[in-house]
């Protein structure tokens, strides 16, 4: 894994257009202030495309017994 970039307080300003195409493509960066690095850039993580309730109606299968627990577990939390 390569180590984040990193840029000084004057620089982050200077060059802050260039510091968000740099984060738009996957890249962090870390903003430091006297050496010390104070905040890291990241991408955000792309929304989930959900296509409303339902959306997976045929490819989950839940067994019939799903809710029945084996004896030996059963019995492990006191359920017999």
Known sequence: MEAARQYNVH???THFSRILEQV???EEVVISKAGEPVA????LRPKVRRTGRGSLA???HIADD???LPD???DA???R
């Open 11 to 13: 620089e982050a300003k």
């Open 24 to 26: 738009a493509t996957g």
């Open 40 to 43: 890291k850039v990241v991408p």
């Open 58 to 60: 045929g490819r989950i």
């Open 66 to 68: 799903f809710d029945e």
């Open 72 to 74: 030996d577990i059963a």
């Open 77 to 79: 939390f006191g359920m």
